[in-house]
């Protein structure tokens, strides 16, 4: 509803109301991506809010609940985290058969470095009763949900973190690649939470409360969450939490032209919810042989790596299928086909990028 | 599929495949509901177990695990229990809009001696762990839900009970009414937890497993919950448990005539989940007055009470419609609205029996 046509120039709609918008991931250029450029994800639409009335209410089981102002955040010791956001159901267009939910292509994830104060700052000053369990972040966006018998009617956005990881390394940014916050990303403070799909960074925060029992709420439950199989048991609901290992192609872009016999750059990024990406590879005949990338960043935890490997293009003209899988240091890699039971969320199988090798140069080719 | 016409009679199809039946509840008579009366409830086919050869599996944080034949359970204390079972969903029909499920009219309902052990006995036997939470039951009933993107696909049916429930009061009946257990009621056992709603009196069971988390199963959060409203977080799904108070009218039936200036005997049914009815009002002017009803049956626990009130039909004819409404020992009673966050379930509002106040005796009377 409210994105600025000149911030989001050049990202695609995937909704109109509420706006959400993807990057085009072919244009994958720099480590960071350009606050313009930043997918945004909006369940609700965008609440207007105003630095000078808004406070961060944190209650619940705490010794002293508060309610911060922005400058009172702004007192607290600042602490920049660079982080690579992917939406839970990023790459939801290539599942067959089709899944409810955003149609999301390639481009639902981003880096950015974002500003703020560690929330175990100011769950310190709050001082958080022993025994308890989690921390639940609520925004200001709410709406009414419409699906009969399945859904609460008119909520607030909220996600709950177990204590644990609030404490870790969650920051409650108020910039975004040292500009402050815009609308569309969660102003004036967002939750950023390091190697977690995006549903967990609740923008337009308004309150931080502490529970003693797991958090049950729609966006916990019925969305963003999956099928989680047991030995012994059937199927239970469990909520989305960390990233799985990715490699995505940017380029060459699905449909380009490749020259036969030429030297083809394939490039993407690649990113993990825990420790760090370790090996890319990428096959160009099915998966029957795979051949390691290079990376063009260093390692660093929770961040995407960019990376490239100059692809042998064949002599004989023809379709070629390009695929790339990620490694990491967990030792956890892609696996072909998407396990039902995560629904349209998770979704890490190396995707298919179908490319014409061509006798010349006539047609265009990737850079 | 598989219930037999002889044993069903009479009996109301709500839906054929899985069998769903309901016993037509203006035709109420004694306390006790006949099995061949007693409403019928699959999720999936009704599956062929063999008494020699079915086993109920005990695990989990349990000392011993266990595996007991029919013979093994009968050779623990016999208890037989006298409880009402309602299903969740009952009164569905009259839900605007439609909710999604079977669409029950007042009949998935009765009232049964169950004959078996205590659940308690036998996790005594087992051992349970210190720390344990919840005890899980499942059925060897089981199949593919279909809902892409919110299920989990094959499961069987399970659902789990709080620790202290379980070792309460639930029984593991093996007889219903001193007849074995039919296959469509779950031979050769299945749980009856007095006071809740059916879908924790799990049938054709074969797996008792304890448990240090709250289960997350199908049947337990997608089916089988409601949005619980609190004052400070958005709603969270809770599974359904306690039945809520409720009375039903029996007689008249919906669009019965009845004379004016005659006496009409309003009968029916009130149940609760916690405690006893302690007061049953009937009104004939939609809901401005309120009239005590009799009981036909003394307080009992976990036992529906009849009731009759014997009505003076106006003497003016015309379109009137009949309300009955509960109290429990408790204190609680019946709403007049249907609170959207239960969805299809939990349906207790007084439901509206219209009749025709006739001039004469010349159309049917409800005895």
Chains 1, 2 share one sequence.
């Not at 955040?73 to 990023?90: S, W, Y």
């Not at 931080?208 to 047991?230: C, H, L, M, S």
């Not at 929770?302 to 042998?312: A, I, Q």
Request: glycine content about 8%.
């Amino acid at each position: 509803m409210s994105h600025s046509p000149a911030r989001s120039a050049g990202l695609i709609i995937r909704q109109v109301s509420p706006s959400n918008l993807e990057t085009p991931f072919h244009a994958l250029g720099e480590r960071i991506t350009a606050n313009g450029q930043f997918y945004q994800r909006s369940h609700f639409p965008v609440p207007t809010l105003q630095a000078e009335s808004w406070r961060l209410t944190v209650r619940g089981r705490v010794m002293s609940p508060l309610k911060l102002s922005l400058d009172d955040l702004r007192a607290l010791p600042e602490t920049t985290v660079t982080t690579t956001m992917e939406c839970a159901g990023n790459g939801r267009v290539h599942l067959s058969p089709r899944m409810p939910g955003v149609q999301w292509d390639l481009g639902a994830v981003g880096t950015a470095q974002w500003t703020g104060v560690l929330l175990r700052d100011v769950l310190q000053h709050a001082g958080v009763e022993s025994g308890s369990l989690e921390v639940v972040l609520q925004g200001a966006d709410c709406g009414t949900l419409t699906d009969p018998g399945r859904t609460p009617g008119d909520i607030h956005y909220a996600r709950s973190l177990p204590l644990a990881k609030a404490t870790e390394d969650v920051l409650l940014a108020y910039a975004m690649n040292g500009q402050p916050l815009a609308p569309d990303h969660g102003f004036p403070l967002r939750a950023v939470v390091p190697g977690w799909y995006g549903m967990a960074a609740v923008k337009w925060l308004t309150t931080v409360q502490i529970t003693d029992r797991p958090f049950q709420g729609f966006f916990q439950t019925v969305d963003y969450a999956y099928w989680q199989q047991t030995d012994d048991l059937p199927p239970q609901l469990v909520p989305l939490s960390t990233m799985l290992v990715k490699a995505q192609i940017a380029r060459p872009a699905p449909h380009d032209a490749v020259v036969a016999g030429s030297h083809c750059e394939v490039t993407g990024a690649a990113w993990t919810g825990e420790g760090v990406v370790t090996r890319v590879e990428v096959s160009a005949d099915g998966s029957e042989s795979w051949a390691d990338a290079d990376f063009l960043d260093p390692a660093e935890t929770g961040v995407w790596r960019r990376w490239h490997y100059s692809w042998d293009v064949p002599p004989r003209p023809g379709p070629v299928t390009l695929l790339a899988r990620a490694t990491d240091s967990a030792g956890r890699t892609q696996c072909a086909g998407h396990d039902p039971g995560r629904g349209g969320y998770m979704i890490n199988f190396p995707l298919p990028v179908p490319v014409t090798v061509t006798p010349t140069s006539s047609t265009s080719e990737a850079p």
